[in-house]
């Protein structure tokens, strides 16, 4: 198994690998006897709820569970106040521990929930999905969308432990798998020209596990170096902001992984026009993509994206701020006016 240390305010471990599921024990800090609260969507407490909840019995725990219905469309204000109350009728007191076991969906919805439950109480991140385990379950960004806009409610609030299972991608449909790869696209395009490559290469299977595991240190590094998101971390938001607005136009039927490779494609393609970086960096990120079935074209017009941008978090007063590929391994934050937005995008935006 595989340890990576995030050293945050308050530090935590990842602890990646295979069987972990059943092997809690051996994991997590000792802790008090206490009541713990599996939160899973509807597919993963069918799949995998029956497990965690045998594993925190075993170690002495008392556990009620929490299902909600799978889906984007269901991380939102409804979920989060169904579930603080299930957590109030459940008694859940301040020592006690929420335990998010799926995909970011539910990570998010119940990291927020930990963080503003009693003021806060403990929480842990059991991710089951590849984007899970390299992006959402590390770093402590926790939210629910609004119609008006996704992540708007949220906050920051580190977990106990995340502890990634990593038998559990086994069960994943193919397109919820290869979301995760978008990311670890990510993390090549930011810092990592050598694991961009093994992703653009055919048959990267048998390195998944160090996939995670470099992807996690990547993100951890971004994190340490700037916890509440105002300067450095804020390059982890590398094809968000064309991302976020095609989730929302398509009523977040494009899945997030999906939406952020279109959202690569398009910033790196205007970054080569604009004379930002070479044309070989949106090559080599679009091969990346495409090889692994992902896609890099787009199924909205470009108004309708800025109109959904004008309402992003990244935005400040007139300015927006993208992430910019200057090279493979080396990104740059750009604030840019937002009246130039469109002009800079539209080199880069194809329609599919
Ligand atoms: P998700 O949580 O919706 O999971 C995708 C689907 O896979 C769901 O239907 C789920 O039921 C199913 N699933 C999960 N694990 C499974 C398994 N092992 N076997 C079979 N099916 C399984 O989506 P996601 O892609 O994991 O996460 C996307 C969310 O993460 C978005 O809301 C995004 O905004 C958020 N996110 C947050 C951060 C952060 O830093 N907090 C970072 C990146 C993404
Ligand atoms: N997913 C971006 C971040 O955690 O900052």
Known sequence: MDKVTISTGRPYQVTI??????????ILPPRQSCRVAIVADDIVDSLYGDQAAAAFRQQGHSVCRFAFPHGEANKNMQQLTALLRFLAASHLSRSDLIVAVGGGVTGDLAGLAAAVYLRGIDYLQMPTTLLAAIDSSVGGKTAVDLPEGKNQVGAFWQPLAVVCD??????????????????AVKYGVLADPTMLDLLASADFGSRLSWI????????????????RDTGSRQLLNLGHTVGHAIEQCSGYAVPHGHAVAIGMAVIARAAAAAGICRDDVPQ?????????????????????LIEVIQTDKKRRGDLISLVVPEQIGLCRLYNMPITELASFLAPGYKRR
């Not at 595991?213 to 916890?227: A, L, N, P, T, Y």
């Not at 080599?284 to 309708?304: E, F, K, M, T, W």
């Open 17 to 26: 690998g295979s069987g972990l599921l059943s092997r809690l024990g051996e």
């Open 166 to 183: 990593t038998d559990t991608f086994a069960t994943l449909p193919e397109t919820v798998f290869i979301d995760g790869i978008a990311e």
């Open 212 to 227: 995670v595991r470099r992807s996690v240190e990547i993100k951890g590094r971004f994190v340490e170096e700037d916890e």
């Open 284 to 304: 080599q990120i679009i091969a990346a993509l495409v090889g692994n079935q992902l896609p890099v074209d787009c199924d909205y017009s470009l108004d309708s």
